[in-house]
């Protein structure tokens, strides 16, 4: 029986040791301007983790980069878990202007508070 064939690039699927080892040959051929965006793109790895590759083959890459891109890394989390929660909310009819969100089960259902219109006006009051 023969192994079925990737269609995947050799090059996207190294690990880490074989990206090292294979990046001094391509950083000979890169003749791009971004370094990392060029490295991210073709060994299939997100922006943090080429700067720190690249960083590890002695290639200068601006702190100031970096800390940036560890920012926006954490800002993407947030906003992708804060869809998440709208979206498990929507999905069982309820929106974030009549439940309070409490937490969440197991099972990944929403618990909370529901408000009531009448009982807003009675607040106010």
Excluded at 49 to 61: D, N, R, W
Aim: proline content about 2%.
């Amino acid at each position: 029986m023969t192994k079925k064939k990737s269609n995947t690039p050799r090059h996207k699927r190294l690990n880490r040791d074989g990206r090292l080892q294979a990046a001094k040959s391509w950083l000979v051929k890169y003749n791009g301007s971004n370094k990392v965006r060029g490295y991210s793109k073709h060994f299939a790895v997100d922006l943090l983790c080429a700067a720190q590759e690249l960083k590890m083959l002695g290639i200068l890459v601006d702190e100031k980069y970096i800390k940036q891109l560890e920012i926006d890394k954490e800002r993407r989390i947030k906003n992708n878990q804060q869809k998440k929660e709208r979206k498990q909310l929507e999905e069982y009819g309820q929106d974030e202007n009549d439940f309070l969100n409490i937490g969440f089960t197991e099972n990944g259902v929403p618990y909370g508070i529901y408000f009531d219109d009448n009982d807003l006006v009675e607040d106010e009051e």
